[in-house]
C-alpha cells in the first residue's frame, strides 16, 4: 500500500501545485480577472480524482481485486493527505518567497465582486478580509487555511472511491 499511495499521491500533489501556482498568476498577473468558485472547486474534484485510480490500482494488483471500505478508505485519504501536504508546502514557499504581496492583490479583487452588491455587504466584507489578512500574518494559520481549501475535498472524494470500490471476497457472499 505504501508504494500505491506515494505514487499517487505524489502525482496528484504535483497537479494540484501547477493548478495552484497557475490560478494565483492568473489572479495575480489578470487585475480584470473574474474567478469562478463553482469551477475552481470542480477542477480540484476532477483532479483529485485520481484517489479513486490510486484506489482502484491497490485494490487490483495488490489485493486481488478484494478490498474492504475501511481499506480503500485509508488508502485514499493517506493519497488525499499527501497531494494537500504538497499544496500545503509549495503554497508556504511560493506565497512567502514569490508572491508576499498576494492578499494585496486578492483583498481588492474580492472586493471589486462584492462591491456589485449593496453598501453594507461590501463594508461587511471588508473588514472581513482585513481580519483575514491579519490573521494570514502567522504562518499555523496559512497551514491550516490552505489544508481547509483541499483536503476536505480529498477526504470526500476518498468517502466516494471507498464506496464504488469496495468489493468483498467471492467466498464470504456465497457462506
Known amino acids: ?13 504535483t497537479i494540484l501545485c501547477v493548478n ?13 480577472f473574474q474567478s469562478n468558485d463553482l469551477v475552481g472547486y470542480a477542477a480540484m474534484v476532477v483532479i483529485f480524482s485520481i484517489i479513486f485510480f490510486g ?28 497531494g494537500s501536504t504538497m499544496y500545503v508546502v509549495v503554497w508556504l ?25 449593496d453598501a453594507a455587504e461590501l463594508a461587511a466584507k471588508t473588514q472581513e ?17 490552505t489544508y481547509s481549501e483541499v483536503l476536505p475535498i480529498g477526504l470526500v472524494v476518498a468517502l466516494v472511491s471507498a464506496l464504488i470500490l469496495k468489493k468483498k471476497n467471492q467466498l464470504e457472499i456465497s457462506a
Open 20 to 32: 495552484m501556482v497557475y490560478m494565483v498568476n492568473l489572479c495575480y498577473t489578470n487585475p480584470d
Open 1 to 13: 500500500m505504501k508504494r500505491t499511495v506515494l505514487i499517487f499521491g505524489l502525482v496528484l500533489g
Open 93 to 117: 514557499f511560493y506565497y512567502y518567497l514569490f508572491v508576499p504581496d498576494y492578499l494585496d492583490k486578492y483583498i481588492p479583487h474580492v472586493l471589486s465582486e462584492t462591491a456589485r452588491n
Open 129 to 145: 478580509m482585513q481580519n483575514f489578512k491579519e490573521m494570514y500574518r502567522s504562518p499555523l494559520f496559512v497551514v491550516l487555511i
Open 55 to 82: 484506489v482502484r490500482d491497490y485494490r487490483n494488483k495488490q489485493l486481488n481485486g478484494v478490498i474492504t471500505f475501511g481499506k480503500a478508505f485509508r488508502t485514499g485519504a493517506l493519497i488525499a493527505l499527501i
